[in-house]
């Protein structure tokens, strides 16, 4: 094992538009390992912008390897999410992208106008000058590079994997990339649709009947791909879903009616142009309805309660207003709003570059994961993705670099009724040293004291779950991999 050098020595390390900010020699407790902590502050002139980073060495236990950490939301990173990898003896690194906390106002400066040097960074110029001061950062002070270096992330962290790949394929062997915001620009405009629905109709669905609604379709397709009744559609891309059995519905506030129904319908088809053409994926059968379809009584009356990020995605990136009322919005403002985000921002924020060649030709290896009932960023996308991917580089040499895994029943990020997917991480070490490419994951359900009461294996896609007929329905042993159902790209795409 390496023999870190003195920390002292980091203090004066010189890169270019860097500055060491603090080099601090953290003893650890029982749960963490003694480290060395970093932070880093980097710049591009003349812009004046500042990005941080953090990385943690683990003084004595290091792995010879390096993991990046990605971030959430317009979250660019924490140093709290690098306690994981270096307990697991990795050294570590991760940002804030450019600005500090988890809000959108760095998209506008001090005047109002949008701040594109803040944007590239959270974009994906942060994540790599992370990477790179990181990296030297390590050599340093262990006297050696890593073997291997690795990313991973969820959501917004997702896209930060998918953006190094695609940009950046010399910075990273592999990358753990889950629930992808791949599509940022489509994806931001298009979660506000099932408000605009609901604010163009006049009609407003309260959340007991959107639960009632969720319950009601789960359970007419609960068996459809893994042919057992657990509460999740196994296969969501070929559950055939009749909404009118909905109409007269019972639910705490009341059967649900022919209008309301109708709002649930095009909330699950998507966004549409005003002549009816496809501009984005909607909601997946299984899929909560809470989060971006929140209702509340106001003054008496049920009104839209939009995300946040829908707010400040349209009010700062797209009006830059931070007073936007979202209630001005109709059918024609949308869809204006939506082809403006794909033309201002594709270049820095969208992670869909389908040509991989760069990253495949290094050795690189990608694995992506969903899970089939996340309410925020529709699976479909990620598997849209998947596709174009295959498309342009050719299936079997796609499949010698990417694999995907979608977990049924799983929410974003984890969370949902569906068995949660764990070692993705692990497949992705030993894919990348081993050459072992995974086609299957595993997944738990555990109780809140943590008994296990389910396993289901996860396989890649377009694989799913199917039970055998035999044995425990809650055994992974009793299931083998069925082929499910392949997304068709809508006309465009």
Not at 26 to 39: F, H, I, L, W
Not at 55 to 71: A, E, I, K, Y
Not at 235 to 250: E, F, I, R, T
Not at 373 to 391: H, K, L, N
Request: proline share 8%; hydrophobic share 40%; glycine share 12%.
């Amino acid at each position: 094992m390496p023999v870190p050098g003195d920390p002292r020595r980091l203090a004066s390390l010189s890169l270019p538009h860097t500055t060491v900010d603090s080099v601090v020699e953290d003893p650890g407790d029982a749960t963490t390992p003694a480290s060395c902590r970093v932070q880093l502050t980097l710049t591009h002139p003349p812009a004046g912008d500042r990005v941080t980073a953090w990385v943690h060495l683990p003084t004595t236990s290091w792995n010879g390897r390096f993991q990046g950490v990605g971030g959430g939301g317009f979250l660019g990173g924490s140093p709290e999410f690098l306690l994981d990898p270096l307990r697991a003896g990795y050294a570590c690194a991760a940002t804030d992208a450019g600005h500090p906390g988890a809000t959108a106002s760095f998209a506008l400066d001090a005047r109002g106008r949008l701040d594109w040097q803040a944007i590239r960074d959270f974009g994906h110029v942060g994540i790599h000058d992370m990477t790179v001061a990181a990296k030297a950062v390590v050599t340093a002070y262990y006297g050696q590079p890593p073997a291997y270096s690795y990313f991973t992330g969820c959501s917004t962290g997702g896209r930060q994997g998918l953006m190094a790949v695609q940009r950046y394929p010399a910075d990273y062997d592999g990358v753990l990339s889950g629930a992808p915001a791949i599509n940022w620009p489509r994806m931001q405009v298009g979660q506000i649709w099932g408000q605009l629905v609901m604010l163009e109709s006049g009609t407003f669905v309260s959340a007991a009947k959107f639960e009632a609604a969720l319950a009601a379709i789960v359970a007419a397709h609960d068996t459809v791909g893994d042919g057992v009744r657990d509460r999740v559609i196994g296969d969501p891309l070929a559950a055939d879903v009749d909404l009118s059995a909905l109409v007269g519905l019972p639910s705490p506030d009341g059967a649900l009616t022919a209008a309301e129904v109708e709002v649930i319908g095009l909330i699950g088809q998507g966004p549409r142009r005003r002549d009816g053409s496809f501009l984005w994926y909607g909601l997946a059968p299984g899929a909560p309805f809470a989060g971006l379809h929140d209702t509340a009584v106001v003054d008496g009356e049920l009104v839209g309660q939009p995300f946040a990020f829908d707010l400040w995605w349209i009010g700062l990136f797209l009006e830059q207003d931070p007073a936007w009322d979202w209630r001005t919005l109709t059918r024609e403002a949308f869809e204006a709003y939506f082809d403006r985000s794909v033309e201002m921002y594709s270049a820095v924020l969208a992670a869909d570059d389908p040509d991989l060649s760069a990253f495949a030709d290094r050795g690189g290896r990608a694995l992506l994961w969903h899970g089939a009932a996340d309410f925020g960023i529709p699976f479909q996308g990620t598997v849209d993705y998947y596709e174009r991917v295959r498309a342009r580089m050719g299936a079997e040499r796609a499949d010698e670099f990417l694999r995907l895994f979608l977990a049924p029943g799983v929410g974003h990020c984890g969370g949902g009724a569906g068995p949660q997917p764990t070692g993705q991480f692990e497949a992705l070490v030993a894919w990348v040293e081993h050459g072992t490419p995974p086609e299957e994951i595993p997944a738990v359900r555990t109780a809140e004291d943590g008994a296990v009461l389910q396993t289901r294996p996860v396989y890649a896609y377009p694989g799913v779950a199917r039970w055998t007929g035999e044995g425990d329905p809650d055994d992974a042993a009793s299931f083998t991999r069925a082929e499910g159902t392949r997304l068709v790209l809508p006309p465009g795409r």
